[in-house]
């Protein structure tokens, strides 16, 4: 990956979550040799390691938890989602659940730049609008206020 100045700390946290996130759903790698691989990487000092870290661990732990949020708004098998946009999907949810101080448009927005960089072409449409559902879901207060 390489370090864009212009990208937040915490977009970069992102990126290199969803890498290893990605890792880990192909190969199985551990939470703990993710982070290990992580630490090695040149940019690891410019992002926000506690979001990294955080996201990570509690993801690898909690996949079925975070895929049941979003599965009733797929409109295809599980298994036909790729790899990387599951990946995004989960992190984009575990967002939406877990940091409700990070507003649920900036956790879309950065999910719908990963799915730019990382999915398949069209997959950021996809990606946005079951994030959305989601976002209805656990945080129905904050988008009722928003549309007001």
């Known amino acids: 990956m390489k370090v864009n100045p ?3 700390h915490r ?16 190969a199985g790698t551990p939470w703990i040799e993710l982070e290990r ?15 990294y870290r955080n996201a990570v661990r509690y993801i690898t732990a909690h996949r079925d938890e975070l895929d049941a949020f979003y599965k009733p708004y797929l409109d295809r098998a599980f298994s036909l989602i790729d ?6 999907l989960r992190l984009g ?14 956790v879309i927005d950065e ?3 990963l799915a730019k960089d990382f999915g398949a072409e069209e997959s950021y449409k996809y990606i ?3 994030l ?3 976002a209805e879901q656990v945080r129905q207060a904050e988008k009722a206020a928003s549309n007001h």
């Open 37 to 51: 691989q992580a630490m090695e990487r040149p940019e690891f000092d410019k992002i926000d390691q506690n979001l």
């Open 93 to 106: 949810t575990w967002e939406l659940t877990q940091t409700p101080e990070v507003p649920y448009r900036t």
């Open 6 to 8: 212009n990208l937040s």
């Open 132 to 134: 959305d559902k989601v």
């Open 111 to 113: 999910a719908v730049e």
């Open 11 to 26: 977009t970069l946290a992102r990126q290199l979550a969803i890498q290893s996130l990605y890792q880990h759903e192909i």
């Open 128 to 130: 946005n609008a079951v």
């Open 83 to 88: 790899p990387i946009e599951r990946s995004i």
